[in-house]
């Protein structure tokens, strides 16, 4: 209950146009029919609900299910749509993130799962006190100081969008990407010239996201400039 309320606080705290919002709290054993089956429902116990904005979908369902939107499989010629999509949409990214990193919070779960469309529009999820458990189970590509579980920050965030950024260009998990016969340790960065490659520019700015020294990673700022 703790860590919930201590969500809670964090999520009244925000106020973004692409950070989904939160639109209430209630300790009841019904379940409104704003959500789940659309019908209220009786719960088994009394549970502390916080209700936000209803969305549509989350973005790794939405490009990995839509080719029409992967500039990483599309010819330079035939991809104007899905270059519109991918800069509207990292670039409303890094304004979320901005922000929190403004207000002196670390997201900690920056994935494409964890950023949703609501009638078009980019929402990322809010942030939570309660770590991420999911470190490396083969389908992600994590930070180095994810993988030793300390030293975690902002930056941790910043290696993770440049994933995110390569995933929602490329429109498939960054981990396949990675040549699966090393070591670990040595966890290569994914390709960025593969066929339909980034334009040098970006290619750039994803890779610098992924510097093994958190320090040499740029800032939400500096990102949000580039994109």
């Not at 379940?31 to 009394?46: D, H, N, T």
């Not at 929402?123 to 470190?135: R, V």
């Not at 941790?156 to 998990?173: A, P, Q, S, V």
Request: aromatic residues 8%.
């Amino acid at each position: 209950m703790f860590s919930r309320l201590a969500d809670l606080e964090l999520f009244r705290s925000l106020h973004h146009d692409n950070i989904v919002s939160l639109l209430g709290v209630c300790y009841t054993d019904m379940l409104p029919g704003a959500v789940g089956s659309g019908m209220r429902e009786q719960l088994s116990s009394f549970r502390l609900l916080i209700l936000f904005d209803k969305c549509d979908t989350n973005l790794e369902e939405y490009v990995f299910n839509n080719p029409n939107f992967q500039c990483g499989n599309i010819s330079q010629t035939s991809r104007t749509e899905a270059s519109d999509f991918f800069c509207r949409t990292a670039q409303a990214i890094c304004s979320a993130m901005f922000y929190i990193h403004w207000k002196g919070i670390v997201h900690t779960k920056i994935q494409l799962k964890n950023v949703l469309l609501q009638n078009g529009k980019v929402k990322l999820c809010g942030p939570t006190c309660a770590p991420d458990t999911n470190i490396d189970n083969g389908t992600k590509f994590s930070a180095p100081e994810d993988l030793a579980h300390k030293n975690i920050g902002k930056h941790t965030d910043i290696f993770n969008l440049g994933t995110l950024l390569w995933e929602l260009w490329y429109g498939r998990r960054a981990a396949v990407d990675l040549n699966k016969g090393r070591s670990p340790t040595s966890r290569p960065h994914p390709d960025c010239n593969t066929k339909h490659a980034m334009p040098e520019n970006l290619a750039r700015v994803v890779q610098s996201c992924w510097a093994q020294n958190p320090e040499e990673r740029p800032d939400a700022s500096v990102l949000l400039k580039e994109i």
